[in-house]
C-alpha cells in the first residue's frame, strides 16, 4: 500500500500520513498561528524525497494517447514511468474532463505520496469560446469588459478540467513586425499596467479554490518584445531605465494584483539569457517585488540557453536556472535528468529545491487540489458549460467594443439599412476560421460567424459578394502557419464587376489569422500577397469604399489611408466577429475604440511609439537643412498614433484647468476638462491624459499616458472629466537606480489621442 497525503478541508483539521502498517495523525494546533497554508506545504515537503521535491519542478507536455494502451518504450514510455513515480508536477497540453481526470487519478492513487498534478494549457483569448486577440481587446480601453472576457475563458477552461492559463502576456511592444503583438496589449506601460491588473483578476478571480477560476500566469520575464528588428526569440539589449520605466511596470502591476505565476521568457536580455537571470529572478522578481508564487520556463527555455553560448550542456543549463530562480522546468527535461546530481555534487544547494517546491505545492494547496484532486473533473459540468450563451454574449460586446474606426470621410458610415446595392468582397469577408486568429488551440475551426454572415443579417439591402483573391493558399508543413497568395488573380474580374454596380463595396482585408503569433514576425507589414492590387483596381471602378481590416497586428497603409473614405480596424474579434463588425457598420453600435500601437506609415519607421525621447535636435533649426532627426524618403509621424480612434459621435474639448499649478511632496493637483458631444448621435469617448517631464536626472519621453476615462455622451451633452496627479504620478526611474519623483517642471496634456490634446503646465516641488 503507498503512502498517501490526504487534507481533509482547506482549513486543514489533519494531516493524515498512510503507510504500510501505520496511521499518523498530526493534530489541528500542530497548524495554528499565522502562516496555516505555509505549515501545510511545509508538512508535505518534509515526506518528500530529493528526487520527489524535483519532480514537482517538472513540466511535460501530453505524451500519449491518455485512453489507449501504455507507452513501452522511448520518450512517451520514460515520462509515464516518471508520472508514476510521483516526479511530474504538472502537465500542459492535456485537455478534457476525460483525460485529465485520468492522468490525475495517475498522480493521486498510483505514486507514493499522492500529490495532485496541475494542468496548463494556452487560454490565450478564450478555449471554445474565442474572444478578441489580446491587443484588440487593448483597443477597447475598457478595462472591466476585458475583465469579463477573462472570466469566460476561465469559467470555460476550468470546466473541461485545466486550472492554469499561460495568459497574460504582458509584454509592451513596439515593433509591430513582431508576431506576438497580437497577444498582449500594445506599446503603453500604463494602459499595459491596467490591462494586465483586469485580465489577472479575470482569470484568478477572488477565490483560486472555486471551480470556476484557474491561475494567470504573467509572461514573458523580461524584455521579450524589444527582440533586435522584431524578429521573434532574437536578442534584447537594452538600457535599465528601458527595462524599469518601460518593461518592467505591467509585470509589477500582475505581481501586486496576485498573480500566482509567472512564465520567464526566449531571449536574453543584456547578455544573459532571461531563464538565467538571477537579476530578474531572484533580485527583482522574488527579492524586491517579494513574490511568492512560482516561475515557470517557457517551452524548452532552460535547454535553449545552450544554443544561446550560456550553458555547455542540459546538465550546466539546469544548474544555471535552478539558482536564477526558474522554479518550474517546462519541457527540457533537464530539472528531472540532473538536479538530484547537482545537489549531490554540491552544485545547487538543496534549500533551492525545497523553494522551489514549496512555491509550487503551496499554489496547489490554494486551488484547492489537495482538497479534492477532481474538483475540476466533473463531465457533466463540461457539458452545460462550453459554449452556453451567455460567453457568446460576452464576447460579442467586447469585440465591438474593440473595433477602430480609422477614417470615415463624408459620413460614408454608418451603412443605411435598405435601398442600397451592397458589394462584399476579400476572401477574409468569407471566412469563418481566420476571425479566430492566433493562439486559439482548443477552438474548432469555421466556428466563428464571418463579416458576410453578419451582413447578411440585414435583410434590407441587396449583397453580391465575390472573394477577388485568396489571403492564404494553404498551409505550410507546420499547421500554425500559411501560404500567402503572391500572384493569383483570376478572380479579380467577378470582384471588379460586381464593384461597378454596386452603391458601396465593403472590402475585408488584411492578415489570415495565422499570419500573427508566436514565430510569425514579417519585414513587410502591408497588405499581405495581392490584396492591395485588388484594392486599387477595385478603387478605379467605385469610390464608395469602407475597407475592413483583419489583422493581428498595426499595419502600414499608406495608399489606403489617402485614398479610402472608411477604414474599420476590425481586427481579429474572435467567434462573434461578423455580428460585431455589421453591427458596428450599420451604426447599432457605434465604434469607441482607441489604438493601443501606433499605426506608421512604412515599415522602415519601426519600431514606432507615441512615447518617444526628443533627440539634440528634434526639429529643423534652418531653411533647408538636412541635419535634424528625420527621414528624407518619409514623414516622422504615424499614419494612426497611439490613442486614436474616430465614432460615429464628434467630441469636442475644451477649457482645460489645472486646480493649481504648482504642488509638493505630500499634495496633488486636479486637472479638468469640459467634452462635447456636438453631433446627433449618442457616442462613448476615452478621455485621455498624458505628462511630459520636461528636464530629468535621466531623459524622459515628450508624453506618457498617466490616466484615461471613458464617457458616455448624448447628443449635444456636455461633461467635466477630472484626473488627478499625484507625486506618485510621476515618479520614474531615475539616475539614482530608485523610483522617485523629481522637482521641476511639467506638461499636462488631454486630449482624444496622443497626437490631438489641450496642454497645461504645472511645477512640482519634492519637499
Known amino acids: 500500500m503507498r503512502n498517501k497525503i490526504l487534507f481533509t478541508s482547506l482549513t486543514l483539521s489533519a494531516v493524515v500520513f498512510f503507510g504500510c502498517s501505520q496511521k499518523v495523525i498530526a493534530p489541528m494546533n500542530a497548524f495554528s498561528g499565522t502562516s496555516i497554508l505555509d505549515k501545510k506545504v511545509d508538512s508535505v515537503l518534509k515526506l518528500m524525497t530529493l528526487e520527489e521535491k524535483v519532480g514537482q519542478l517538472n513540466q511535460y507536455n501530453g505524451f500519449w494517447e491518455i485512453t489507449g494502451p501504455t ?45 495532485p498534478l496541475i494542468f496548463g494549457f494556452d487560454v490565450i483569448h478564450g478555449y471554445k469560446t474565442i474572444s478578441p486577440i489580446p491587443l484588440a481587446e487593448a483597443a477597447s480601453w475598457d478595462l472591466e469588459a476585458i475583465k469579463k472576457s477573462a472570466e469566460v475563458a476561465a469559467e470555460e477552461a476550468s470546466a473541461v478540467g485545466l486550472n492554469w492559463t499561460f495568459a497574460p502576456m504582458v509584454d509592451v511592444a513596439r515593433d509591430a513586425r513582431w508576431g506576438r503583438v497580437m497577444e498582449g496589449a500594445g506599446e503603453d506601460p500604463f494602459l499595459g499596467s491596467k490591462i494586465a491588473v483586469a485580465r489577472v483578476q479575470g482569470f484568478q478571480g477572488q477565490d483560486l479554490s472555486a471551480n470556476n477560476t484557474i491561475l494567470a500566469c504573467a ?49 536574453e536580455l543584456n547578455g544573459i539569457p532571461a531563464t538565467g537571470s538571477k537579476y530578474l529572478q531572484r533580485d527583482i522578481l522574488k527579492g524586491d517585488w517579494k513574490f511568492d508564487g512560482f516561475i515557470v520556463s517557457d517551452w524548452g527555455s532552460i535547454n535553449e540557453m545552450i544554443a544561446h553560448g550560456y550553458a555547455k550542456d542540459s546538465k550546466q543549463a539546469a544548474e544555471i536556472a535552478i539558482n536564477a530562480g526558474s522554479d518550474m522546468d517546462m519541457e527540457s ?144 508543413q507546420f499547421v500554425w502557419e500559411t501560404k500567402i497568395n503572391e500572384d493569383d488573380k483570376s478572380e479579380f474580374a467577378a470582384a471588379i464587376a460586381v464593384a461597378k454596380d454596386a452603391d458601396v463595396v465593403v472590402m475585408v482585408l488584411g492578415e489570415h489569422g495565422l499570419q500573427t503569433g508566436e514565430g510569425r514576425s514579417r519585414t513587410d507589414i502591408g497588405l499581405p500577397g495581392v490584396q492591395q492590387e485588388l484594392l486599387e483596381e477595385i478603387y478605379k471602378v467605385n469610390k464608395n469604399i469602407v475597407l475592413v481590416l483583419n489583422n493581428g497586428r498595426p499595419l502600414a497603409l499608406p495608399w489606403a489611408a489617402e485614398n479610402i473614405p472608411a477604414i474599420v480596424e476590425a481586427w481579429q474579434l474572435g467567434t462573434q466577429s461578423g455580428n460585431a463588425i455589421a453591427q458596428v457598420l450599420y451604426g447599432d453600435y457605434n465604434p469607441s475604440g482607441k489604438l493601443p500601437m501606433t499605426f506608421p506609415r512604412n515599415v522602415g519607421q519601426l519600431p514606432m511609439y507615441y512615447n518617444y525621447k526628443n533627440t539634440g535636435r528634434p526639429v529643423m533649426n534652418e531653411p533647408e537643412s538636412v541635419f535634424w532627426s528625420h527621414y528624407i524618403d518619409e514623414k516622422n509621424t504615424p499614419q494612426f498614433a497611439f490613442g486614436f480612434g474616430l465614432s460615429y459621435s464628434k467630441f469636442e474639448y475644451s477649457n482645460l484647468k489645472l486646480s493649481s499649478d504648482t504642488f509638493a511632496k505630500s499634495g496633488k493637483i486636479t486637472v479638468s476638462v469640459q467634452v462635447k458631444n456636438a453631433s446627433k448621435v449618442a457616442g462613448k469617448e476615452v478621455v485621455q491624459l498624458y505628462i511630459r517631464d520636461i528636464i530629468g536626472s535621466v531623459t524622459r519621453p515628450v508624453k506618457e499616458l498617466k490616466g484615461f476615462e471613458m464617457v458616455e455622451l448624448q447628443a449635444g451633452e456636455m461633461k467635466e472629466v477630472r484626473f488627478e496627479i499625484d507625486q506618485k504620478t510621476i ?30 503646465n504645472f511645477t512640482f516641488t519634492n519637499k
Open 71 to 115: 507507452p513501452k518504450e522511448g520518450q512517451a514510455a520514460k515520462k509515464y514511468n516518471d508520472l508514476k513515480k510521483g516526479l511530474v508536477g504538472s502537465m500542459l497540453n492535456v485537455k478534457g474532463v476525460k483525460d485529465i481526470k485520468a492522468l490525475q487519478k495517475i498522480a493521486v492513487e498510483e505514486t507514493r505520496l499522492g500529490i
Open 219 to 267: 509572461k514573458h520575464f523580461a524584455g521579450y518584445a524589444f527582440a533586435e528588428a522584431g524578429r521573434d526569440y532574437n536578442t534584447v539589449d537594452v538600457s535599465e531605465s528601458i527595462l524599469q520605466n518601460i518593461i518592467l511596470p505591467p509585470f509589477k502591476a500582475a505581481a501586486d494584483a496576485g498573480v500566482r505565476t509567472f512564465m520567464n521568457s526566449f531571449n
Open 333 to 476: 527535461n533537464a530539472y528531472v535528468e540532473h538536479l538530484v546530481a547537482l545537489v549531490h555534487e554540491g552544485k545547487v544547494e538543496e534549500r533551492l529545491i525545497d523553494d522551489a517546491a514549496r512555491r509550487i505545492l503551496k499554489v496547489k494547496f490554494e486551488l484547492g487540489l489537495f482538497d479534492n484532486p477532481y474538483k475540476y473533473c466533473d463531465e457533466t459540468h463540461e457539458t452545460e458549460t462550453v459554449g452556453k450563451p451567455a460567453f457568446q454574449e460576452a464576447v460579442l460586446d467586447i469585440a465591438k467594443k474593440s473595433i477602430v474606426l480609422l477614417k470615415n470621410d463624408n459620413d460614408l458610415l454608418p451603412l443605411k439599412k435598405s435601398g442600397q446595392k451592397i458589394a462584399v468582397i476579400g476572401a477574409l469577408a468569407n471566412d469563418k476560421t481566420s476571425p479566430l486568429g492566433s493562439w486559439r488551440i482548443a477552438a474548432d475551426d469555421n466556428t466563428a460567424i464571418s463579416v458576410l454572415e453578419g451582413m447578411q443579417k440585414y435583410k434590407g439591402n441587396t449583397i453580391a459578394y465575390k472573394k477577388g483573391a485568396d489571403v492564404a493558399t494553404g498551409r505550410t
Open 731 to 760: 515618479t520614474y526611474y531615475t539616475a539614482n537606480n530608485v523610483w522617485e519623483a523629481e522637482s521641476g517642471d511639467f506638461n499636462v496634456f488631454v486630449g482624444g489621442s496622443s497626437d490631438k490634446t489641450l496642454e497645461a
